[in-house]
């Protein structure tokens, strides 16, 4: 098959899930339509699935660094964190990659932004914490790295 006729099937199935497929199910009740074609429509369906859990971790990274702003109240700390947080998604990406020698992705793996940007901003609330507690353990007169040090 050349490439222009697997852009016109392409083009075909994409038409055909998003106007008839979708459709189909969303009027019926009691029965699931259900289909397989391994070549294009299932990562069309998984690409479909990725963008809109995409949109949904970008909701859910606001939401996590209102939360982080409230809990420091400071602009600066909230972007650092935040920062941390997303640069956390490309080095898990990499262990899972080259590390534990996976391959290929599968659509549950991206329930991992969630789980990340979660342990993520617990570490951030964690660290933050002790760093203010470390005032009365060490002291007022503690320096700055003593105290982030003990913190760690």
């Known amino acids: 098959m050349d490439s222009k006729q697997k852009d016109k ?24 339509i259900t289909w397989h074609e391994s070549r294009f429509l299932t990562d069309f369906e998984v690409n479909k699935h990725l963008m809109f859990d ?13 939360f982080v702003y409230f809990h420091m109240l400071n602009l600066s700390l909230t972007f650092v964190a935040l920062f ?16 534990a020698n996976v391959k290929k992705m599968i659509i549950l793996n991206f329930v991992a932004l969630f ?24 002291g007022h007169n503690a320096s700055l790295k003593k105290r982030m040090k003990w913190a760690y």
């Open 9 to 32: 099937t392409r083009l075909y199935l994409e038409s055909l899930y998003d106007n008839t497929l979708i459709k189909l199910n969303d009027k019926l009740q009691h029965v699931q």
């Open 84 to 99: 941390g947080i997303l640069m956390s998604f490309p080095m898990a990406y990499c262990v899972f990659y080259v590390v």
């Open 115 to 138: 789980l990340i940007m979660g342990i993520g901003a617990d570490d951030i609330f964690v660290l933050y914490d002790a760093f203010q507690q470390s005032k009365a353990v060490l």
């Open 54 to 66: 995409a949109k949904l971790s970008l909701g859910s990274l606001l939401f996590v660094a209102l």
